[in-house]
């Protein structure tokens, strides 16, 4: 006699979002769907749309110009050091504007450059090459992944580093993309630098983004939203949660050069010297609920292989790295910058 069968396993995984009613692109067999899905670029972090229009980025303006006046009065929980970098910017009445307007910019050149490159010179199109993160999946079920067109192995023989760069690289070599590398996924020891390299050179040439002195990269801006709403319930004298004055920055910034870790807001404080921008890793603060992990011991440690990373005079364009508690001190193998 057969007995019942009970299925007593659930497989962890993601729920993906669907991409509209034109998620399922088509069906190469009965069991293999071609689906649309979003891809968030690794290592890279351009200015955010979420303001949708002109108008929205000018209710932006006005926020950010009231947490001006709040930092200011002291009532934002921000660090001096922190607010009197960002405060100036936030003060001109045209940080949301000028973000939205940077974010539009970078989303045409993306538009643009993919069409470019993924067009042969016969005219007919190339697949994408797509190479995956150790973890796959962001917060957002965003697949994380270098973007690059997929050329053959006799083109690639044929090809410099910098003719077969990522998409993602790209961005940041024109100057619509600050690095942004997200722990554990490192680029790998031939192309850090050259990410690096290509941020060093954009914002030296005053290209994309750093062409504009008020600039507030994504992170920053991301933040600020962020502390704004916080700030906003402090001034209203309503109840905030546990640890929601912190809430609104959440990452540790470690110098890669010397493995030294920053407070979450003291990224502005990462030593600089004359040279390239320095690659700051960041990782997430312990969550609630999380096991406490041990902390990187204060002692020196040698620093990565390949060429030493330095930093240029003013704000850094520099990535970072977000992840786990623990900093180790141990360089993880990661994704390349480039096909």
Not at 196 to 219: E, K, S
Request: charged share 30%; aromatic share 6%.
């Amino acid at each position: 006699m057969i007995e019942a069968l009970q299925v007593l396993w659930m497989p962890a995984g993601d729920n993906l979002p669907a991409r509209d009613s034109r998620a399922l692109v088509d069906l190469s067999d009965g069991d293999t769907p071609n689906i649309r899905m979003p891809i968030r670029m690794l290592s890279v972090d351009t200015p955010e749309v979420t303001a949708r229009s002109e108008a929205g980025a000018a209710r932006v303006d006005a926020k950010f110009l009231e947490l001006a006046d709040w930092i200011e009065q002291g009532k934002a929980p921000i660090s001096g050091p922190l607010a009197a970098v960002l405060r100036p910017k936030l003060a001109t009445g045209k940080a949301g504007t000028l973000h939205f307007g940077q974010g539009k910019q970078a989303s045409a050149f993306a538009k643009q450059n993919a069409e470019t490159r993924l067009t042969r010179p016969d005219g007919s199109k190339r697949n994408l090459f797509l190479r995956t993160a150790d973890s796959p999946f962001d917060t957002n079920h965003r697949m994380l992944a270098y973007v690059a067109p997929d050329y053959s192995a006799a083109e690639r023989a044929a090809m410099s580093r910098a003719e077969r760069s990522t998409f993602n690289l790209d961005l940041v070599t024109h100057g619509w993309a600050a690095p942004f590398v997200l722990y554990p996924s490192v680029p790998g020891e031939d192309d850090l630098p050259l990410l690096v390299d290509a941020a060093a050179t954009a914002r030296a040439a005053g290209r994309g983004i750093w062409g504009d002195p008020d600039t507030l990269l994504a992170y920053e801006y991301r933040a600020l939203e962020k502390l704004h709403a916080v700030t906003k319930k402090i001034v209203e004298r309503k109840e905030l949660n546990p640890g929601e004055a912190r809430s609104w920055r959440d990452r540790y910034c470690v110098d890669m050069r010397t493995r030294v870790l920053h407070g979450p807001e003291a990224w502005v404080a990462v030593p600089q010297a004359t040279g390239v921008p320095p690659l700051r890793l960041v990782r997430r603060r312990r969550r609630r609920g999380q096991p406490a992990q041990p902390r990187p011991r204060p002692r020196a440690r040698r620093p990565l292989r390949g060429r030493p990373v330095s930093a240029a005079p003013g704000r850094s364009a520099g990535g970072r790295c977000c992840g786990s508690r623990r900093w180790s001190g141990r360089r993880r193998s990661g994704r390349p910058a480039r096909r």
